[in-house]
């Protein structure tokens, strides 16, 4: 069983309960566990994926934030972007790798989880859904989480000097209820993420720019690594496309066609 999970309970005797049938799910976030060699399910039955990075301390991973967002699309489930410590971007703000995101239709919110700026914006997209919040250690996901809710009182890391890395805070899934409806699956930080099963040919659909142009392609099997004629790359090399964005996918496809055989 993993957070979010239905199940039926049964009493005892005693006035305690055991699990009898877990439900099953309609909705699943999950990645490839490298360790078994299998799929990791991190949380069931959630509505939406919260992918919580940091503007500064740690830095953005947005290799990291692509295969979130590229998990998520293949499990069918939407994504808002939540960029939190916006006080430690300065006058810099948010850089332009990461507002592109709006332009191919991800929200990307602000928040900074100690002066409260962009939470309540950020309650609104919860309330009434379950959300699962993920992304890397140290970016301050429980941080927020307390700024929405005081009385959890969730234990805070710190940032590494060195590393300039997070600590991981969370240990175990947390389903959490909210005031305003709904709930929140927090979850421990991940520094890895790749998807479980995937078929190398449906991969591009899981990058929401690149499908309107898969159609244009020379070749119906085009992978958009080197092909001539392909859509995806002359967008990559006119710009519609973010280079970093084409480079995540091809980093996944390696996987994905590893994982095959």
Same mark, same amino acid.
């Given at each position: 069983? $993993?957070?979010?999970? =239905?199940?039926?309970?049964?009493?005892?005797?005693?006035?305690?309960?055991?699990?009898?049938? $877990?439900?099953?799910?309609?909705?699943?976030?999950?990645?490839?566990?490298?360790?078994?060699?299998?799929?990791?399910?991190?949380?069931?039955?959630?509505?939406?994926?919260?992918?919580? /990075?940091?503007?500064?301390?740690?830095?953005?991973?947005?290799?990291?934030?692509?295969?979130?967002?590229?998990?998520?699309? =293949?499990?069918? =489930?939407? @994504?808002? +972007?939540?960029?939190?410590?916006?006080?430690?971007?300065?006058?810099?703000?948010?850089?332009?790798?990461?507002?592109?995101?709006?332009?191919?239709?991800?929200?990307?919110?602000?928040?900074?989880?100690?002066?409260? @700026?962009?939470?309540?914006?950020?309650q !609104?997209? &919860?309330?009434?859904? +379950?959300?699962? /919040?993920?992304?890397?250690?140290?970016?301050?996901?429980?941080?927020?989480?307390?700024?929405?809710?005081?009385?959890?009182? &969730?234990?805070?890391?710190?940032?590494? !000097?060195?590393?300039?890395?997070?600590?991981?805070?969370?240990?175990?899934?947390?389903?959490?209820?909210?005031? *305003?409806?709904?709930?929140? @699956? *927090?979850?421990?930080?991940?520094?890895? /993420?790749?998807?479980?099963? $995937?078929?190398?040919?449906?991969?591009?659909?899981?990058?929401?720019?690149?499908?309107?142009?898969?159609?244009?392609?020379?070749?119906? *099997?085009?992978?958009h690594?080197?092909?001539?004629?392909?859509?995806? +790359?002359?967008?990559?090399?006119?710009?519609? +496309?973010?280079?970093?964005?084409?480079?995540?996918?091809l980093?996944?496809?390696?996987?994905?066609? !590893?994982?095959?055989?």
């Open positions: 069983m $993993v957070v979010g999970d =239905l199940v039926t309970l049964e009493q005892l005797e005693d006035g305690s309960c055991r699990i009898t049938e $877990v439900l099953p799910r309609h909705s699943r976030l999950s990645r490839h566990s490298m360790a078994k060699r299998r799929e990791q399910v991190l949380a069931a039955n959630v509505d939406q994926v919260a992918a919580v /990075f940091s503007l500064a301390r740690p830095e953005p991973d947005v290799r990291l934030l692509d295969r979130l967002l590229a998990v998520a699309e =293949l499990h069918d =489930l939407p @994504a808002v +972007i939540v960029m939190n410590k916006a006080d430690l971007a300065g006058d810099v703000g948010v850089p332009p790798e990461i507002a592109a995101y709006s332009e191919i239709g991800y929200p990307v919110l602000c928040t900074c989880a100690t002066t409260g @700026a962009g939470i309540p914006d950020l !609104e997209r &919860l309330a009434g859904r +379950i959300t699962v /919040f993920t992304g890397p250690s140290g970016v301050g996901k429980s941080s927020i989480l307390n700024a929405i809710m005081p009385e959890l009182d &969730l234990r805070v890391g710190t940032v590494g !000097e060195k590393t300039g890395k997070g600590k991981h805070t969370t240990s175990a899934g947390l389903l959490i209820p909210l005031t *305003d409806g709904g709930y929140l @699956a *927090d979850t421990p930080g991940i520094q890895y /993420f790749e998807p479980a099963g $995937v078929d190398p040919a449906d991969l591009a659909h899981a990058f929401r720019e690149f499908r309107p142009l898969v159609e244009h392609c020379r070749f119906a *099997d085009c992978r690594r080197a092909e001539p004629g392909c859509a995806v +790359i002359e967008a990559v090399t006119d710009g519609s +496309i973010a280079e970093h964005r084409h480079v995540s996918y980093s996944l496809l390696e996987a994905a066609e !590893e994982a095959r055989g």
